[in-house]
């Protein structure tokens, strides 16, 4: 087969190209598991999802299932969840908290630090058995950032904070939301399959260009309910344009824009009834107190949708959502989406903040299932990539410096990044 | 209320008469079945018995939230059901479990099949829980929750019509 580009990027002459066939030949979804997945930081969970020595959360990381837990000191520990005497998963639980990890197969037994304890019949093995050398494997690197476990299964990547680069500043803005820095991921999980390839998601979770068209209900709901849904323009704006794009390196980006929507933290939009006017000013006040103006207005006055690379967002809009996904096939992905807000937030802002994440977000949200619907119809389009096998990707690439949020340039720098890690010997 | 006036044939009769309602996209009759405090929730799969204050839900409505969804539901740029899903559904265990002067919280299972043009079928199977109030001797839903036993949505993807 003779060799095609996966992008044809030559800015110069106003060409960026993305070769379709990565969205849709399973060869390159068995490359980027082993060139993106497994050379990359990916998201596996968050410490509010933990409090006490032996909590456990099961998750799937990479295709491999793993065990996000709390040791018996309280630290947090991944473990890959598989015995090592047959491979059997040693917890087959969603979450809870255990003493001893159990495979019921054999019997074998492991406690809170991943040491292997018990072992059926030891007498039967051979002198040279050990329990000592069968613990439970870790994975190979976790590391965290304000709060954000990650994991990789390249024993020699980076540190995660080098790795995630600008998209630092971004995760900050979230974090101050909360008085003392803590966030907390919130009961209730949104899992669901969309039928299309996972990169559809990335582009599609800070790409603003099809606002107008795929969520005119949403608009229309807002307007409904007496929201400006008009951009703000004039002077004093506190970014430079109506909103931007941009890369943060390492192929994070994110798109950034004056707030209309309404924020829990803190600015109040009708939809959230005259009653809570008073609340979102004292948790105003408070931030302003904290952050001083400028930083405060900062976080409670923009949007800001964030993708870091590959496979985790982060969207800090009319609530945050933390996002995570995962390719079962080329065309189709595993979604896990939770709620994030502040640890301190009391009930009512608590349960505005929920109430607004589902005006947007989620399968039962008013946006939310139109996307899964346009994801769905590019992939089932995309069985004419023979025929029609480039996608053009070039907004905004005849401007010099800043970039709209309707632009292209985030989704470039995410593709850019991609392609060089798939081109890799 | 007289106790003895409603008996289960007319709570099946009346969420029949929901169910079809549904099936046939005729929102606008069936908001006409709502009390003025009603609430719909789906509740996330993981956290089936939480509440919508505390917990993430995948549904939870109040009265000007569920019109403002029907009129989404009636505009061609709903993407998600423009075409629309067909659907059926299917309610069967109907059970009263309690009752006060004029209310009732019923239970009933339900089986929702849902078609697309391009799509495979996807079955919705779980439980509502109702709370039902007669109104000038007529029923009306206060209180809709449909608890899904799929541990994750999954390949059933979104929740876009009404459950």
Same mark, same amino acid.
């Given at each position: 087969m003779p060799y095609t580009p996966f992008i044809i990027d030559e800015p110069e002459e106003m060409v960026f190209r993305l070769n379709r066939s990565t969205l849709t030949d399973p060869e390159i979804l068995d490359r980027e598991r082993q060139k993106i997945f497994d050379a990359c930081w990916i998201y596996c969970g968050h410490e509010s999802e933990l409090s006490e020595p032996g909590d456990f959360v099961t998750r799937n990381v990479c295709g491999r299932p793993v065990i996000f837990c709390k040791n018996s000191a309280g630290e947090i520990r991944i473990f890959l969840n598989s015995c090592r005497h047959r491979s059997a998963m040693v917890c087959r639980e969603a979450r809870g908290n255990t003493k001893r990890y159990n495979c019921f197969?054999?019997?074998?037994? *492991?406690?809170?630090?991943?040491?292997?304890?018990?072992? #059926?019949?030891?007498?039967?093995?051979? %002198?040279?058995?050990?329990? !000592?050398?069968?613990?439970?494997? #870790?994975? #190979?690197?976790?590391?965290?950032?304000? &709060?954000?476990?990650?994991?990789? @299964?390249?024993?020699?990547?980076? &540190?995660?904070?080098?790795?995630?680069?600008?998209?630092?500043? *971004?995760?900050?803005?979230?974090?101050?939301?909360? %008085?003392?820095?803590?966030?907390?991921?919130?009961?209730?999980?949104?899992? *669901? /399959?969309?039928?299309?390839?996972?990169?559809?998601?990335? =582009?599609?979770?800070?790409?603003?260009?099809?606002?107008?068209? +795929?969520?005119?209900?949403?608009?229309?709901?807002?307007?409904? !309910?007496?929201?400006?849904?008009?951009?703000?323009?004039?002077?004093?704006?506190?970014?430079?344009?109506?909103?931007?794009?941009?890369?943060?390196?390492?192929?994070?980006?994110?798109? /950034?824009?004056?707030?209309?929507?309404?924020?829990?933290?803190?600015?109040?939009?009708?939809?959230?009834?005259?009653?809570?006017?008073?609340?979102?000013?004292?948790?105003?006040?408070?931030?302003?107190?904290?952050?001083?103006?400028?930083?405060?207005?900062?976080?409670?006055?923009?949007?800001?949708?964030?993708?870091?690379? %590959?496979?985790?967002?982060?969207?800090?809009?009319?609530?945050?959502?933390?996002?995570?996904?995962?390719?079962?096939?080329?065309?189709?992905?595993?979604?896990?989406?939770?709620?994030?807000?502040?640890?301190?937030?009391?009930?009512?802002?608590?349960?505005?903040?929920?109430?607004? @994440?589902?005006?947007?977000?989620? #399968? &039962?949200? @008013?946006?939310?299932?139109?996307?899964?619907?346009?994801?769905?119809?590019?992939?089932? &389009?995309?069985?004419?990539?023979?025929?029609?096998?480039?996608?053009?990707? +070039?907004?905004?690439?005849?401007?010099?410096? =800043?970039?709209l949020n309707t632009d292209e340039e985030h989704l470039r720098a995410f593709w850019r990044q991609w392609n060089s890690l798939m081109t890799v010997e | 209320m007289n106790k003895q006036t409603v008996f289960r044939s007319r709570i099946e009769d009346f969420l029949y008469h929901e169910a079809t309602l549904l099936d046939e996209w005729r929102l606008d009759e069936w908001l006409e079945l709502l009390t003025e405090d009603v609430i719909y929730e789906v509740p996330s799969t993981d956290a089936p018995n939480s509440e919508a204050k505390s917990a993430l839900f995948l549904i939870a409505d109040d009265a000007? $939230?569920? $019109?403002?969804?029907?009129?989404?539901?009636?505009?061609?740029?709903?993407?998600?059901?423009?075409?629309?899903? $067909?659907?059926?559904?299917?309610?069967?265990?109907?059970?009263?479990?309690?009752?006060?002067?004029?209310?009732?919280?019923v239970t009933a299972n339900f089986t929702v099949y849902r078609y697309r043009r391009n799509s495979s079928l996807r079955q919705y199977v779980g439980r509502y829980f109702y709370k039902l109030r007669l109104v000038d001797e007529q029923l009306r839903i206060c209180e809709r929750r449909a608890i899904l036993d799929p541990t994750e949505l999954g390949m059933l993807g979104a929740v876009s019509f009404i459950l």
């Open positions: 197969y054999h019997g074998w037994s *492991y406690n809170q630090d991943g040491d292997l304890v018990g072992v #059926p019949g030891e007498d039967s093995y051979p %002198p040279n058995f050990d329990k !000592s050398n069968f613990p439970l494997a #870790p994975a #190979p690197r976790i590391d965290s950032y304000r &709060g954000f476990w990650f994991i990789s @299964f390249d024993i020699k990547i980076c &540190g995660l904070e080098e790795y995630l680069a600008g998209a630092t500043e *971004y995760i900050d803005l979230v974090n101050d939301q909360s %008085p003392s820095a803590k966030m907390q991921v919130i009961e209730g999980t949104q899992e *669901y /399959d969309i039928r299309a390839n996972w990169k559809l998601l990335v =582009e599609n979770s800070f790409d603003d260009y099809h606002l107008l068209t +795929t969520h005119k209900t949403w608009l229309d709901y807002m307007k409904d !309910s007496g929201v400006d849904i008009t951009p703000p323009e004039g002077k004093g704006l506190l970014l430079p344009s109506k909103g931007i794009g941009k890369g943060l390196g390492n192929g994070h980006a994110v798109i /950034d824009n004056i707030n209309f929507r309404g924020r829990p933290v803190a600015r109040w939009i009708s939809i959230y009834g005259e009653a809570a006017k008073a609340e979102i000013a004292t948790i105003r006040a408070e931030l302003v107190n904290r952050l001083g103006e400028q930083r405060a207005a900062r976080v409670a006055d923009t949007n800001r949708n964030l993708v870091i690379f %590959p496979n985790l967002v982060i969207n800090d809009g009319s609530s945050v959502t933390i996002r995570t996904f995962w390719p079962v096939s080329v065309d189709h992905m595993k979604v896990i989406a939770w709620a994030l807000g502040p640890k301190e937030e009391n009930e009512t802002a608590r349960a505005r903040r929920l109430d607004s @994440f589902l005006t947007f977000y989620g #399968p &039962g949200g @008013f946006a939310t299932p139109d996307d899964v619907e346009a994801l769905e119809a590019v992939q089932i &389009g995309l069985a004419t990539w023979r025929e029609t096998q480039w996608s053009e990707m +070039t907004r905004g690439l005849n401007k010099k410096g =800043e970039q | 000007t $939230r569920i $019109r403002a969804r029907v009129k989404r539901l009636n505009d061609t740029q709903a993407h998600a059901e423009f075409p629309r899903s $067909r659907t059926r559904r299917l309610i069967t265990n109907v059970q009263i479990t309690d009752r006060t002067t004029n209310e009732l919280l």
